[in-house]
Structures are given as C-alpha cells and as structure tokens.
C-alpha cells in the first residue's frame, strides 16, 4: 500500500517528448476518451439499429468536439478563472499554450462548461443535417460517460484536481498531504456507475431526450457527492455556505435543469398522444 500511497513520488505525468513538445498522459487520456465515445457510439447505433449513418456520425463527431472544446475553454475562464475579464478582452489568449515564451499547453478545463457547448453543437448540427436533436442527445447520454471514465483517470495521472485531506489507508500523497483520490472516485461515480445505468435502461425509454435528461441528473448528483471528497478550487475555496464548492452549484443547475426538461418532455409526449386518438 506504501508505493500506492506514494504514487506521484514516482509517477512522471509526462508520457514522452514529440518535437521537443511534452506529451501528458492527460493528453493521451483525453484523446482515448473521445475515442472510446465515438467508437462506442459506433457499436450502439449498429446494435440498437438508429437512424444514423457512419459519415453523419462522424460528421457530427467533428461539430460536438469543437463545441466540448470550446465550451470547457469558455466554461472555466467564465466560472472557475480569477482572471476572467483579461481573457474577454484578450480572446487571443484563450488558447494560447506558451506561458513567457515556455510551452505550457493549454490549462483550465469546465465539464459544465463543455456540456453547453455540447449542447450548442448538437442543436446546430441537427438544425443543419435535419437531424432530431433528442435522439443525438439520447445516444450521446449513454457514450459519453464511458469516455469520461478515462477523463477523470487522465486528472488522476495528471496530478491535478486532487481531493481533500484524508486518514483512508488508500489515499495518494500530494507533496506531505495524504489526499483522497477523489478522481478515481469520480471516474467510477460519474463515468462507469452512469454509463451502466444508462445502458441497462435505454431500451426502456419512453420518449426521445429521456436519456439525456436522466444523465444530466445523474452526473450532477454524482459530481455533488464527488466533490466532497474533492479539495475545492484554490482560487475560489468554498462559494456558498461556508461548504458548497462551485461546482456543486452548476451540479444542482444541472440536476434541477434536467428535472424540469424531463417533465417538459414527457408532458409533451403525453400531449401528441392524446392528439393522436
């Protein structure tokens, strides 16, 4: 248990050098994450028989990653980021990766904040290619949380978003501070026990954009648990009552957000069928 518990001690976050460029293993993890989404998403619309093509998927691939992209960017300069106003009045520094002429990459990612692009590209995409909007979300609900899993283990291997001061006999020392590994917890609340969920229901469904609504609630009622274990952001501490973190904020938003949708939706689902007789 001691080498587990002094992982990071022995542990080099970065993977290799290409070009002179340091590759993170956070990288590698975020590039099999997308992966794993779409290639998962592949298997589902074979196996499910949805009315998607390989080419529309992939194309629809390509808008929801620029939107995630985009969106995370945005979410963290706009919820997270002390220097929020320096970035909207210099949007040329959003993605810029050299920090004093010194190659950093680029850092300061928001789940939140890439769910709404997320959503954005999903709605133009399917605006666009005539696509029904709930059915991508739907699909997207039960891809999604897999690829997550190997988010979170990249934020693990990254040394970054660490958890709260722990006596566990499983926590991973950070510096002289023994910590919960609140990522790997998150990996598994927020990724695998969701994805399963949302697997084992889907042919249960009721209506279009019941699977999504049913993410957004699960994710944010798991990410609301996660952050107990997780330390809050340095630069923002505790937002609200002396022990709500920012992000069990956006994760009650999302949770009552997705609440309210599911009723709308099934509301409207039950008015077209009584139309229909």
């Not at 990522?183 to 927020?190: G, I, N």
């Not at 469904?205 to 009622?221: A, H, N």
């Amino acid at each position: 248990m001691e080498q587990w518990n002094r992982i990071y001690e022995q542990f080099d976050p970065i993977a290799f050098e290409l070009f002179g460029f340091p590759v993170h293993w956070y990288g590698i993890m975020y590039v099999l994450a997308l992966l794993v989404a779409l290639f998962f998403a592949q298997w589902l619309v074979k196996k499910d028989k949805l009315p998607i093509t390989q080419k529309e998927l992939d194309i629809y691939f390509v808008w929801v990653e620029i939107g995630v992209i985009l969106g995370a960017r945005l979410g963290y300069i706009l919820f997270y980021d002390t220097h929020t106003f320096y970035y909207l009045t210099h949007p040329w520094q959003i993605f810029n990766p050299f920090l004093n002429g010194h190659f950093v990459g680029i850092r300061g990612f928001s789940y939140h904040g890439a769910i709404i692009g997320f959503l954005i590209a999903t709605y133009l995409y399917s605006k666009k290619y005539k696509k029904n909007f709930w059915l991508l979300m739907d699909l997207a609900a039960v891809s999604v949380p897999l690829g997550y899993i190997f988010g979170r283990i990249g934020n693990f291997l990254n040394q970054e978003l660490v958890g709260r001061e722990t006596t566990v006999s499983w926590g991973i020392y950070v510096g002289d501070t023994l910590r919960h590994p609140s990522q790997l917890y998150e990996a598994f609340l927020e990724g695998f026990v969701v994805f399963a969920i949302l697997f084992w229901y889907r042919k249960r469904k009721q209506f279009d954009g019941e699977l999504i609504t049913l993410y957004g609630f699960l994710y944010g009622f798991f990410r609301f648990i996660g952050e107990f274990f997780r330390e809050p952001d340095l630069q923002l501490g505790f937002v609200c009552c002396g022990w709500m973190t920012m992000g069990q904020i956006l994760s009650l938003i999302m949770m009552l957000t997705s609440i309210a949708l599911y009723i709308y939706l099934r509301r409207r689902k039950d008015a077209l069928y009584q139309k229909s007789f």
